[in-house]
Structure formats: structure tokens, C-alpha cells
């Protein structure tokens, strides 16, 4: 079992910062791809940044340039360093854990940009 606990999420005004972290912990496999999500009320919840073991890297084009993910294998966690936040960009944030078969998320965590 995988359990994801996220952090960091808040208010914030445009054009500010913000950086989630997620914490993985659990039988966790080697290899694996862990990512953001986002779901905004009365939208679909869509990628916002993904990264694998390996270190490769998927961004929704609504944030690229703008937010960077990364990870630490050793510590299971991950991040998403968000810069220059948008109003668009408010809405609730979700850890994901994805391999083979097991897909896990965390409870999320909420960014409001407003201000």
C-alpha cells in the first residue's frame, strides 16, 4: 500500500509563488511515475505536471515555463515549484503515484490565486 500526504497549498496573489510537496510512503516500487494533478470546480481534473524515476518530465501547456516538478527517489517525495501564479491556476492539487496497476492519489491540497 502507497500513501501520499501533501503540502503547501494556500493563498496566494497573482503573479506570486507556491510550492507543493508530497510525501510518499508505503511499498513503494523503484520504478514509477509520480505526478500533479488539478481539478477546479465545475472542471475535469487534468495533469499539471508529471515525472518518472527516471527523471522524465510531462507539463500541461498551461504551466509550462511557469511551474517545475521534481522528486527525490531516496525520500519519495515529490514537488511542484509553481511561479507566477494565474487566477486560472486556483483550484484543488493532487499528489498521484502510478505503477503498472496501482494508481494512488493523496487528498489534496488547495491553491487559491486571488487577489
Known amino acids: 500500500q502507497v500513501q501520499l500526504v501533501e503540502s503547501g497549498g494556500g493563498l496566494v496573489q497573482p503573479g506570486g509563488s507556491l510550492r507543493l510537496s508530497c510525501a510518499a510512503s508505503?511499498?513503494?516500487?523503484?520504478?514509477?511515475?509520480m505526478g500533479w494533478y488539478r481539478q477546479a470546480p465545475g472542471k475535469q481534473r487534468e495533469l499539471v505536471a508529471a515525472?518518472?524515476?527516471?527523471?522524465?518530465?510531462n507539463y500541461a501547456d498551461s504551466v509550462k515555463g511557469r511551474f517545475t516538478i521534481s522528486r527525490d527517489n531516496a525520500k519519495n517525495m515529490v514537488w511542484l515549484q509553481m511561479n507566477s501564479l494565474k487566477p486560472e491556476d486556483t483550484a484543488g492539487y493532487y499528489c498521484?503515484?502510478?505503477?503498472?496497476?496501482?494508481?494512488?492519489w493523496g487528498k489534496g491540497t488547495l491553491v487559491t490565486v486571488s487577489s
Open positions: 508505503g511499498s513503494i516500487s523503484s520504478l514509477n511515475t
Open positions: 515525472i518518472s524515476s527516471g527523471g522524465n518530465l
Open positions: 498521484n503515484y502510478r505503477h503498472l496497476g496501482v494508481n494512488v
